[in-house]
């Protein structure tokens, strides 16, 4: 093998390294105070699959209580895609074990407003 074809299979192999060691922390990012393994325990699912799911939710900032579209779109986008990992996952059950590890249980979800 000649210098120059050294030289690309090294480089690439250190880019595939650096890339993989920066993208993995964006698939396991977790909010440190949302207990996703005892969540993922009590669905029936693996915490990837969670987490996965939860990536496509958009939570109201932290200290606000979400606005009414957004809870349910929430709750649309979440049910849908944990029901593709479980499918025995109901709306009750999915409220059930969300209001067990929010903090400030249901009402904390409750929507400010109803249109």
Same mark, same amino acid.
């Given at each position: 093998?000649?210098?120059?074809?050294? $030289?690309?299979?090294?480089? $690439?192999?250190?880019? $595939?390294?650096?890339?993989?060691?920066?993208?993995?922390? *964006?698939?396991?990012?977790? *909010? &440190?105070?949302?207990?996703?393994?005892?969540?993922?325990?009590?669905?029936?699912?693996?915490? *990837?699959?969670?987490?996965?799911?939860?990536?496509?939710?958009?939570?109201?900032?932290?200290?606000?209580?979400?606005?009414?579209?957004?809870?349910?779109?929430?709750?649309?986008?979440?049910?849908?895609?944990?029901?593709?990992?479980?499918?025995?996952?109901?709306?009750?059950?999915?409220?059930?074990?969300?209001?067990?590890?929010?903090?400030?249980?249901?009402?904390?979800?409750? &929507?400010?407003?109803?249109?």
């Amino acid at each position: 093998m000649n210098l120059s074809r050294t $030289c690309l299979l090294v480089t $690439c192999t250190l880019v $595939c390294i650096s890339n993989a060691t920066f993208a993995a922390p *964006d698939a396991l990012r977790d *909010d &440190p105070k949302r207990p996703v393994m005892e969540i993922s325990r009590d669905l029936d699912i693996q915490p *990837d699959q969670f987490r996965a799911c939860f990536a496509n939710v958009s939570p109201a900032p932290a200290g606000q209580r979400p606005e009414f579209e957004r809870t349910h779109a929430n709750k649309a986008v979440l049910l849908a895609c944990l029901q593709k990992a479980n499918p025995k996952i109901t709306s009750d059950t999915l409220d059930s074990v969300m209001d067990r590890y929010r903090p400030g249980g249901r009402e904390a979800q409750m &929507p400010l407003h109803k249109n």
